[in-house]
């Protein structure tokens, strides 16, 4: 009796302080990074975990959980994005890979503007298009590890003109949250 106690009471440690959970969505919840009034606005899911990505009053995150021990849960790595009022907004994603053989890109905007009709996103021989969905999250994702630099996300029209691409600003001075989206019909040179 005793010693089901204490084994109990392990098992109940291990999960609290080990951030193991039943499933994918509780462990997202409980990584640190995650804020405690995040919102789930879609998740990717993948053979060996999920991507799951939030909004919050803070900042949109994303967090990957992974399946560990065939039938438990944890989340430990997460990346962030920074709030802007943009017509096209980066709400979440990441790239990943591991030496396991695991690896994810997920890249997620919100749109709100009429005038895009779809995007496009993805190196050359891998480009996925979307249809555009007004404050719907448009998520694209792939099985591998994409660099942002390759994505060559790009916003069209119904005539398939460019209006927009993911990217930095032109300048020689930018900072991370200048990574984002701009219209193309006026390149920016500031940081906006």
Do not use: C
């Amino acid at each position: 009796m005793f010693t089901s106690v204490i084994l109990l009471l392990l098992v109940t440690l291990f999960f609290i302080l080990g951030a193991y959970k039943l499933n994918a969505l509780s462990a997202a919840r409980a990584n640190s990074s995650v804020p405690k009034d995040s919102v789930l606005l879609d998740k990717v899911d993948y053979p060996w975990g999920k991507v799951f990505i939030f909004d919050s009053s803070e900042k949109p995150i994303t967090a990957i959980s992974f399946k560990t021990f065939g039938f438990l849960w944890v989340s430990r790595m997460s990346t962030y994005y920074f709030h802007n009022e943009d017509p096209i907004k980066t709400i979440g994603g990441t790239s990943y890979s591991d030496d396991k053989g695991r690896a994810a890109t997920v890249f997620s905007v919100l749109l709100n503007d009429p005038t895009v009709s779809y995007l496009e996103v993805g190196p050359d021989g891998n480009r996925l298009r979307k249809k555009a969905e007004l404050n719907e999250p448009i998520t694209f994702y792939w099985d591998k590890s994409i660099p942002w630099n390759d994505y060559n996300a790009k916003a069209f029209n119904e005539n398939g003109k460019v209006l927009y691409e993911y990217r930095y600003p032109e300048t020689n001075y930018f900072r991370v949250e200048d990574l984002k989206w701009y219209p193309v019909s006026a390149k920016s040179t500031q940081g906006d």
